[in-house]
């Protein structure tokens, strides 16, 4: 069996305990005297056995324990040393806050028996009030470090206890991170699926009808390849964007939206806010309306979409307010409302909207903001930013 290693602090104590008393010792500096073994190295015995325990008190603390209280009881019996006593009550406290949960909530109530025990029995058998001085210094000595370890144990468990829990609720929220990016990328999946899935079907279709017309055995040809393609396409597109689709069953096909439902988003964001004291207005600041790559739509679509839910549960009475701008290659969408806290409970979900939005728009390669801001005239506000690169090829918005 091999020992452990002691703690180098312990030595460190245990170090000076010893050579405290050995100085003590070495002055006749005593505790009492009179004793049974009255001689002078009697008491350089308990002193080194103290000095012992002190050096394993956090590698075996309840080994130190009961070493220490035999060392303690036989100085009893010599003429003492200060440093064995001071000793002892850091090898009681070190019992209760290093030892095992049964041994710390067990050394308490064994030094305050013994406590109450020492004082009864000597204030019988003596019947004076040196009784109860012993009795108090037995407490001192005893029950006060076992009751000082019991306090700082609890107080290091209350702290773990808390720091669990903050690594607890941390790991929480980044699994709600994780899986509002993870929502997103299938929602994106799906709809994406469904705008290729219709052109390719498109280009399908059209070939086949070129097919049945009398064209030049050229043309036939081409048009033939075309139609392979397309099919073996919309075939492995399918194939590759089913695997990111959920298991929700979900797949009927939709609409995919576009800028222009903008209005319709805030004239309904209108009529759900007017009860709450906000007010909608769009500003369409785009040079251009000309069609803008469908990803690029679908996410400025969904982030306005986001924006107005968000502030519909959070936003102060005041404007709302939606910013369309288009440069030659970025659209930019801004969505700026009046910061303040809502009354009521916080609406489930909170911070996956923001989620959503950042992960369109980094797909798209994009630049995204979220954030307190203040306008012109000094109010706080909230603003959603987000610029949408539009001059990438085909190939890479696909």
Not at 289 to 308: G, K, N, W
Not at 354 to 379: H, Y
Request: with cysteine; hydrophobic share 50%; charged share 20%.
């Amino acid at each position: 069996m091999t020992l452990p290693r002691p703690h180098r602090t312990d030595l460190l104590i245990a170090f000076a305990g010893l050579a405290c008393g050995l100085l003590l010792w070495s002055y006749g500096l005593y505790t009492t005297g009179g004793r049974v073994f009255d001689q002078r190295w009697a008491p350089l015995i308990p002193l080194v056995v103290m000095a012992a325990t002190e050096a394993v008190r956090r590698t075996l603390p309840q080994t130190a324990l009961n070493v220490a209280t035999l060392a303690i009881v036989a100085d009893q019996f010599t003429n003492g040393n200060l440093a064995t006593v001071l000793m002892f009550t850091d090898v009681v406290y070190a019992a209760v806050v290093y030892g095992s949960p049964a041994s710390a909530r067990r050394v308490p109530y064994t030094t305050a028996l013994i406590t109450i025990g020492v004082t009864v029995g000597f204030l019988v058998w003596w019947q004076n009030a040196i009784a109860l001085l012993i009795g108090v210094i037995t407490g001192m000595i005893s029950f006060l470090p076992a009751l000082t370890g019991a306090v700082v144990r609890n107080h290091r468990n209350a702290a773990e206890a808390a720091r669990l829990r903050a690594e607890q609720t941390a790991l929480l929220a980044e699994m709600d991170r994780a899986q509002a990016v993870v929502a997103e990328r299938a929602r994106m999946a799906r709809e994406l699926h469904d705008m290729v899935a219709n052109h390719l079907s498109a280009i399908a279709i059209h070939s086949t009808a070129a097919l049945s017309l009398d064209e030049p055995a050229t043309t036939r040809q081409a048009l033939t390849v075309i139609r392979e393609n397309s099919v073996a396409g919309l075939a492995e597109m399918r194939r590759l964007i089913g695997l990111l689709r959920d298991s929700s069953g979900d797949t009927a096909p939709a609409a995919a939206p576009t800028l222009a439902g903008v209005d319709a988003l805030v004239a309904q964001a209108r009529a759900n806010g007017g009860p709450s004291g906000l007010a909608f207005a769009l500003v369409d600041a785009r040079e251009s309306t000309t069609a803008l790559p469908a990803p690029v739509e679908l996410a400025a679509y969904r982030i306005v979409q986001e924006s107005l839910t968000n502030a519909l549960k959070h936003a102060a009475p005041g404007e709302v307010r939606v910013l369309l701008a288009r440069e030659p290659a970025a659209l930019t969408v801004e969505v700026t409302s009046p910061r303040g806290e809502r009354p009521g409970p916080t609406a489930p979900g909170s911070g996956a909207g923001l989620v959503g939005m950042r992960e369109r728009v980094a797909l798209l390669g994009g630049v995204f903001e979220a954030g307190p801001a203040t306008d012109d005239e000094g109010s706080e506000r909230w603003r959603v930013r987000a610029e949408l690169p539009v001059a990438a090829s085909d190939e890479e918005r696909v």
